[in-house]
């Protein structure tokens, strides 16, 4: 099982910013992609923003704009930097990892809280 370890959630005022972090616990070269989801209450979780280990960036259409998804260096990390939050934007965030054999993982998720 690989184990994914997110930071970087907290409390955000409107057009505020904040950079998610996700690490995992899996070679690089077992990965196909590494994702952003969110969860709001009352709603689905739904993408926010995915990335392929060749490169390749889908984001929401809520996202485009104004979050922006990457890999670290080491490629088992995965960034997702936030800027121009709303309030709308509250959810807790979920890392996903989609791996060749292993299929998806999930994180323990962070909350992210934009208000005033």
Same mark, same amino acid.
């Given at each position: 099982q690989v184990q994914l370890v997110e $930071?970087?959630?907290?409390l955000v005022q409107p057009g505020g910013s904040? @950079?998610?972090s996700c690490a995992a616990s899996a070679s690089i070269f077992s990965i196909y992609a590494m994702?952003?989801? @969110? +969860?709001a209450p009352g709603k689905e @979780?739904?993408? *926010?923003? @995915?990335?392929t280990s060749g490169g390749s960036a889908t984001y929401a259409e809520s996202a485009k704009g104004r979050f922006t998804i990457s890999r670290g260096?080491? $490629?088992?990390?995965? =960034?997702? +930097?936030? &800027? $121009?939050?709303?309030?709308?934007?509250?959810? !807790?965030? =979920?890392? &996903? !990892?989609l791996q060749y054999?292993?299929? $998806?993982s999930w994180? +323990?998720?962070? +909350? *992210?809280? !934009?208000s005033s």
């Open positions: $930071s970087g959630g907290g904040l @950079r998610l994702g952003w989801y @969110r +969860q @979780r739904e993408l *926010v923003a @995915r990335i260096n080491a $490629s088992n990390t995965a =960034y997702l +930097q936030m &800027n $121009s939050l709303k309030p709308e934007d509250t959810a !807790v965030y =979920y890392c &996903n !990892v054999e292993l299929g $998806s994180g +323990q998720g962070t +909350q *992210v809280t !934009v």
